[in-house]
């Protein structure tokens, strides 16, 4: 499957600050979503995007699927201890067979 | 309700060993999916079935991978011989639809180690 350039790699932030981190991809996708994986957990869906230049929220996070379809961004507005953890894009469009295609996943770190 | 059940949670099994990863679906997802997670190469699919069925096995790295789904609450992935470059962590994942708007709820993995 295609490999997506999500970054920043790692984040080390204190607590109330806002958080950004985007996702590329040289293909078109028709679906972006979002990630979070705790230590020993699996993967959890935050926010799922369907159209382009479509902007979703869930409570303090925000997410956007870039009109070029090829780029997505989420934000973390006002971080808490508990937003720690590993968040990962994910896409799905032709040129992946329709399979999700993941990102390497932005590492999250809050300190209180 | 229950999610995606994986066993075991970890494994730690010597070079040449068969190893057997097991995954309950929840209930009424017709799709399951088998990733595989490691710092190298993050979220890779292996396979995926739907209604039991494999559909996509392109992801599976070689023959020395097989995965099964005998009916629609259970499967199998299975490494034999085992290497040590198999290490990873290994998740299951179940929808019930395949597009995005059907997300795949993922269990919590099976941390293989192989010495």
């Known amino acids: 499957g295609q490999q997506l350039n999500q970054s920043p790699q790692s984040m080390f932030i204190q607590e109330g600050e806002d958080v950004s981190m985007n996702c590329t991809s040289s293909s078109i996708f028709n679906t972006w979503l979002w990630y979070k994986q705790d230590p020993g957990e699996g993967p959890v869906l935050l926010i799922a995007?369907?159209?382009?230049?479509e902007l979703t929220s869930n409570g303090r996070l925000t997410a956007q699927f870039g009109i070029t379809r090829k780029d997505s961004f989420l934000n973390i507005s006002a971080s808490i201890p508990s937003d720690v953890g590993i968040y990962f894009c994910a896409g799905q469009g032709r040129n992946s067979g329709y399979a999700l295609n993941f990102g390497k996943g932005t590492s999250l770190l809050v300190t209180p | 309700d229950a999610g995606v059940i994986q066993s075991p949670r970890h494994e730690v099994t010597e070079m040449g060993q068969e190893v057997t990863l097991r995954c309950k679906p929840i209930?009424?997802?017709?799709?399951l999916f088998w990733y595989r997670q490691t710092m190298m190469r993050g979220l890779e699919l292996l396979i995926y079935?739907?209604?039991?069925?494999?559909?996509?096995d392109s992801g599976m790295p070689e023959d020395r991978f097989s995965a099964k789904m005998p009916n629609a609450s259970f499967s199998t992935l299975k490494i034999q011989p085992s290497e040590p470059r198999d290490s990873a962590v290994y998740f299951c994942?179940?929808?019930?639809?395949?597009?995005?708007?059907?997300?795949?709820?993922f269990g919590d993995g099976t941390r293989l180690s192989i010495l």
């Open positions: 995007l369907y159209k382009a230049g």
């Open positions: 209930s009424g997802h017709d799709y």
């Open positions: 079935f739907n209604n039991n069925v494999p559909i996509d």
């Open positions: 994942a179940s929808s019930r639809g395949f597009w995005g708007n059907q997300p795949q709820h």
